[in-house]
């Protein structure tokens, strides 16, 4: 079985709904990611998660909110999707690595994605 | 500005050539350095990491860092069809947060 699993795999969806992905995973990491991934633009941090009780803003949080019900388990809401919310979406987990002179080493692994559109 | 830039290409070479792989960073504080490949279809996955300036190997494989010039290489010798995947660079800013490139698709012809 995958480490780290998505849900739903794809979805379409029309603007104005709200549209809630999960991830899980069974690595026993504290730390949790989400991500979207947009051509050109490469992966963007959007929330993260350093253990259940903490919630961070990334670079793109705007239109978005997570919620992390266990370690194991990390969902990201749209609560009104518009059409530029269309994107691949990745929910990743990461150890902590040794550490770098106070920079982070952390090794990320990632789902599989969940590949969203908004008409 | 990104602070890892990266040309998304597509790459294509044939089978058996040397893939070479660029990124550029602006930001001199960072000094930890990642290549992740994506197959199509599936997350991003940790190939090489390395530390400062000078090379790396793994197999095939080879990571080189230019602190002077701000800029990171991958080389993958004797390319195989399977090496046919996204790769990004990525490297963790003062905050932790991973700062990935674009990305850049190779493509390895048979």
């Known amino acids: 079985d995958a480490d780290v699993t998505q849900t739903p795999r794809n979805r379409i969806t029309k603007t104005g709904k709200r549209i809630m992905l999960e991830c899980s995973q069974t690595?026993?990491?504290?730390?949790m990611y989400w991500y979207r991934q947009d051509p050109g633009l490469g992966l963007r941090l959007i929330y993260y998660?350093?253990?259940?009780?903490?919630?961070n803003k990334g670079e793109i949080s705007d239109g978005y909110s997570v919620s992390r019900q266990a370690q194991a388990k990390f969902s990201l809401s749209l609560e009104s999707a518009i059409p530029n919310q269309t994107a691949l979406y990745f929910c990743?987990?990461?150890?902590?690595?040794?550490?770098?002179?106070?920079?982070?080493?952390?090794?990320?692994?990632f789902g599989p994605g969940t590949r969203l559109t908004v008409l | 500005q990104k602070e890892v830039e990266q040309d998304p290409g597509p790459l294509s070479v044939p089978e058996g050539a040397i893939v070479s792989l660029n990124c550029t960073y602006s930001?001199?504080?960072?000094?930890?350095f990642m290549w992740y490949r994506q197959y199509s279809r599936k997350g991003p996955e940790l190939l090489m990491y390395?530390?400062?300036?000078g090379n790396k190997e793994d197999g095939r494989f080879t990571a080189q860092v230019d602190k002077s010039s701000k800029y990171i290489s991958l080389f993958i010798r004797d390319s195989q069809p399977s090496d046919s995947a996204t790769y990004l660079c990525?490297?963790?800013?003062?905050?932790?947060?991973?700062?990935f490139g674009a990305g850049t698709q190779v493509v390895v012809t048979p």
């Open positions: 990743a987990t990461s150890d902590v690595g040794p550490g770098l002179a106070g920079i982070s080493t952390d090794t990320q692994y």
């Open positions: 690595k026993g990491h504290d730390r």
């Open positions: 998660s350093f253990d259940v009780k903490d919630i």
């Open positions: 930001n001199s504080a960072f000094q930890y």
């Open positions: 390395t530390y400062s300036s």
């Open positions: 990525a490297s963790p800013n003062s905050w932790g947060k991973l700062q």
